[in-house]
């Protein structure tokens, strides 16, 4: 292996170690100051239009009941048990209920092996706990709920959805704690099974966010006419909700540094592949298919109809995100039309 140069340390820092805590503290997680007066536009008709700018007279998670679903333990009250489905089904389902709220925002984020990586003193998984962060202080207002999912390869944990700024904070606290996942990590779970829990194991609609890197393991195709595994379930889930997909990414993924000769490895999968980056073709190319299969996920993400925002380790998310609402707020209500045949 050649030596490589000494003007992209970062890059070889994160090839070569392993990240094992967060690289992003919680208090840096509250850029309230500079989103003070933005707000996301939600423009479908939700559950509840009229309500939720007062809480309900009694105390509670609510009495109206919502739909059933699995009992998870450690996670769920076994107060909350619905006995009949369970003695239809053989297996343990609870029934949530709601209170008197306006709006119920869902975020998903993808802890998969590739999101582990960063080159700018942050990995691409705690920036899109940043673009949690910074969605859930916009979208709060008085009553409205926040939960969370956490897409693990061997399963998807759930952060149950509630109201007010600590419990916001409880949510982030929980999502910066949430171990690594190692390479090679085995499991069923991958994107479009994680979207299609989010559809099933929610049906209440609102504002459901994705954040990922959106790159399926082993998925080598550059032709943006040919759907990425992910884009049908995405879809469905725009059916009943309004979603926003944060992208992350890493300016290494981007633009290639010439660092010499470096191990290519794919956290995710078997590849593995020696490349000369100080060749320039070498790094043309590969910035080229790079750059091609970015172009493959905006357009996918497009056809899906849903918002789309890019996040780079090395810029300041809490800018992009405000600059993304400020453009959104004029064409939410064109991007979000339902489907022919499908009512607000």
């Known amino acids: 292996m050649s030596r490589p140069e000494s003007e992209t340390p970062a890059a070889l820092a994160s090839v070569v170690g392993v990240p094992t805590a967060p690289t992003v503290p919680l208090n840096r997680l509250a850029p309230e100051a500079a989103l003070r007066r933005l707000e996301l536009a939600v423009v479908r008709r939700l559950e509840g239009f009229l309500q939720g700018d007062h809480l309900g007279l009694l105390p509670g998670p609510g009495s109206d009941t919502n739909d059933a679903r699995t009992y998870q333990p450690g996670q769920d009250d076994v107060r909350m048990m619905d006995w009949a489905v369970t003695a239809r089904t053989t297996v343990p389902h609870v029934r949530d209920t709601v209170s008197d709220r306006e709006l119920e925002v869902w975020a998903m984020l993808d802890v998969t ?7 700018e003193g942050v990995t ?48 982030l606290r ?91 490895r794919d956290p995710e999968t078997d590849f593995e592949q020696y490349v000369n980056t100080s060749d320039p073709a070498a790094r043309r190319r590969m910035n080229q298919a790079s750059a091609a299969q970015r172009e493959r996920i905006r357009i996918a993400l497009r056809r899906a109809g849903v918002g789309h925002i890019q996040l780079r380790t090395d810029r300041d998310w809490v800018h992009d995100i405000a600059r993304f609402v400020l453009t959104y707020r004029r064409v939410a209500s064109t991007l979000h039309a339902p489907p022919r045949g499908v009512s607000r």
């Open 174 to 264: 929980s999502m910066l704690n949430e171990p690594m996942v190692p390479d090679h990590a085995k499991g069923t779970i991958d994107l479009p099974e994680g979207i299609e829990q989010l559809a099933r194991t929610q049906r209440r609609r609102g504002m459901r966010v994705v954040v990922s890197d959106f790159l399926t393991p082993g998925d080598q195709e550059l032709d943006p006419n040919v759907e990425p595994p992910w884009e049908r379930a995405l879809r469905r889930l725009t059916v009943r909700n309004q979603v926003l997909a944060v992208e992350v990414v890493d300016r290494r993924e981007l633009e290639f540094p010439n660092v010499g000769e470096i191990l290519i």
């Open 124 to 171: 691409k998984r705690d920036l899109g706990i940043a673009a949690i962060a910074t969605i859930g202080f916009l979208s709060q207002k008085m009553g409205d709920r926040f939960g969370g999912m956490i897409m693990r390869p061997e399963k998807v944990q759930r952060l149950p959805a509630r109201s007010g700024r600590n419990a916001l904070y409880g949510l």
């Open 113 to 119: 092996p590739s999101m582990n990586w960063g080159t």
